[in-house]
């Protein structure tokens, strides 16, 4: 198996106008199914994932010669698409004249008529309960439980303090427990 190429060869490459393709193909293949997982487990549906993900890498391609080494690659990406969810379900609020609180239940309904949904009726569950969670715990939870991602690394993502995100973590928990166990 080819050993993962890091992210400085390929930031190395991007800045050359002859390997830049070559450095963004690169990219893609290290991180573009992690980035779909994150984007999808915020937006539910498979369609919406699939042109947000798109959409990120598009300003991840604009944007990528101007990047500082300052924060980590995938941090930056993370945070990039991160603001896309949060921008694409503010419109979907307003579009669809949802309010917030009925938004998880719409979701809902998505992930139940999902053919891309294969999870068993636990998985289902952990689903329902994440989408009754606040979008700022969904998050957290998310990059904490599935990406396994540091709280230091969320931090940068999110531009939160590791201790609010630690809060934010347990107060996921304790709200997706109490949903599981049906004393929400």
Known sequence: MPKEVDDAEILSKFQDEKTRNE???MLLKKY???????????????????????????KIW????????????YTWMYRIATNECITFLNKKKQKNN??????????ADTLADSTYFNG???QRKLQEALLTLPEKQKLVFNMKYYEDMKY????????????????SFH???K???AHLLGRD
């Open 23 to 25: 450095a963004f193909n």
């Open 120 to 122: 068993d009726a636990a």
């Open 62 to 73: 604009k944007n990528l010669a101007g990047f500082r080494s300052d924060a980590q690659l």
């Open 171 to 173: 107060l996921a928990v």
């Open 98 to 107: 949802v309010s917030i609180d009925d938004m998880p239940y719409d979701l």
């Open 152 to 167: 230091e690394e969320i931090s940068q993502v999110l531009g939160t303090s590791v201790g609010a995100l630690k809060a």
């Open 175 to 177: 709200k997706i427990e």
């Open 32 to 58: 573009q199914q992690k980035i779909y997982w994150h984007v999808r487990r915020m937006v539910i549906d498979h369609d919406d994932a699939d042109d947000l993900v798109q959409d990120v890498f598009i």
